[in-house]
């Protein structure tokens, strides 16, 4: 079933416009009493097509539920900018995964370094491959990828979660299933680029309440870590 996303839902009179409404006239060649689903806010609007016209779709409502692929523990993920490939792909993949958030932060061991207007450029690109994401795996909501931040905004950041992960190879972390996730609401996860964290950053973000954990022996490329430790994380919080 077709899936649409909004920020805002008037339950009473659902509609499609602009670009989604010719979609569904025009793409898909959908017709009256086909269904489709709205998302908003975490919830799934099952409807019934209504009418179609040439800049609208009017739709019935027919079920409201809560989205079921969505997590139960939000996941910000503090992604260090890879080269712009690698990072659409971490996107994508991530939220597939059921992150909530993806943050592209610049570190000392970035090799793609970005300025912040030329970032700003490629951020509506981002985002589209993450809507894209969404809706193909099913989502209720459309993960927000936020503008670049440096280190230091990352570490304010992450004073809202409520637990904070960051993978460092070096000695001194513990396994994945030794970190204490029971009551955590909102986990933020750090990942490096290319050329991972430098003692430095590590040691501020273990000072700044995040705990180091190490993925094993092998040495993961930037885009494979992430992916490989939401699918931990997702699976210890019983939401895999």
Same mark, same amino acid.
């Given at each position: 079933?077709?899936?649409?996303?909004?920020?805002?839902? $008037?339950?009473?009179?659902?509609?499609?416009?602009?670009? #989604?409404?010719?979609?569904?006239?025009?793409?898909?060649?959908?017709?009256?009493? +086909?269904?489709?689903? @709205?998302?908003?806010?975490?919830?799934?609007?099952?409807?019934?097509?209504?009418?179609?016209?040439? #800049?609208? @779709?009017?739709? %019935? =409502?027919?079920?409201?539920?809560?989205?079921?692929?969505?997590?139960?523990?939000? @996941?910000?993920?503090?992604?260090?900018?890879?080269?712009? %490939?690698?990072?659409?792909?971490?996107?994508? *993949?991530?939220?597939?995964?059921?992150?909530?958030?993806?943050?592209? @932060? =610049?570190?000392?061991?970035?090799?793609?370094?970005?300025?912040?207007? $030329?970032?700003? *450029?490629?951020?509506?690109?981002?985002?589209?491959?993450?809507?894209?994401?969404?809706?193909?795996?099913?989502?209720?909501?459309?993960?927000?990828?936020? $503008?670049?931040?440096?280190?230091?905004?990352?570490?304010?950041?992450? *004073?809202?979660? #409520?637990?904070?992960?960051?993978?460092?190879?070096?000695?001194?972390?513990?396994?994945?299933? +030794?970190? #204490? =996730?029971?009551?955590?609401?909102?986990?933020?996860?750090?990942?490096?680029?290319?050329?991972?964290? $430098?003692? +430095?950053?590590?040691?501020?973000?273990?000072?700044?309440?995040?705990?180091?954990?190490?993925?094993?022996?092998?040495?993961?490329?930037?885009?494979?870590?992430?992916?490989?430790?939401?699918?931990?994380?997702?699976?210890?919080?019983?939401?895999?």
């Amino acid at each position: 079933m077709p899936r649409f996303f909004t920020n805002n839902i $008037d339950e009473e009179n659902i509609t499609l416009t602009g670009s #989604d409404a010719n979609h569904v006239g025009r793409s898909l060649r959908m017709r009256p009493g +086909e269904e489709v689903t @709205v998302c908003c806010c975490g919830y799934d609007y099952r409807c019934n097509i209504r009418q179609i016209t040439a #800049d609208c @779709v009017f739709l %019935d =409502l027919i079920e409201k539920v809560r989205c079921a692929a969505e997590p139960a523990v939000e @996941v910000t993920l503090f992604q260090a900018i890879p080269k712009l %490939d690698k990072l659409e792909y971490i996107i994508q *993949k991530s939220v597939e995964l059921g992150v909530s958030r993806i943050v592209p @932060v =610049l570190t000392r061991r970035c090799i793609s370094r970005p300025d912040q207007k $030329d970032f700003a *450029k490629k951020l509506p690109r981002l985002q589209k491959v993450a809507q894209e994401a969404a809706k193909q795996s099913g989502r209720g909501i459309i993960p927000e990828v936020t $503008d670049m931040v440096n280190f230091g905004q990352m570490l304010e950041m992450m *004073k809202s979660l #409520d637990r904070n992960i960051i993978l460092y190879e070096e000695e001194g972390g513990c396994r994945f299933g +030794e970190t #204490d =996730l029971e009551g955590a609401k909102s986990v933020g996860l750090i990942v490096g680029s290319e050329g991972g964290f $430098d003692q +430095e950053e590590a040691l501020k973000a273990v000072a700044n309440n995040a705990q180091r954990v190490w993925l094993g022996k092998r040495i993961l490329r930037c885009e494979t870590a992430p992916i490989s430790a939401l699918s931990i994380l997702m699976f210890l919080t019983n939401n895999m």
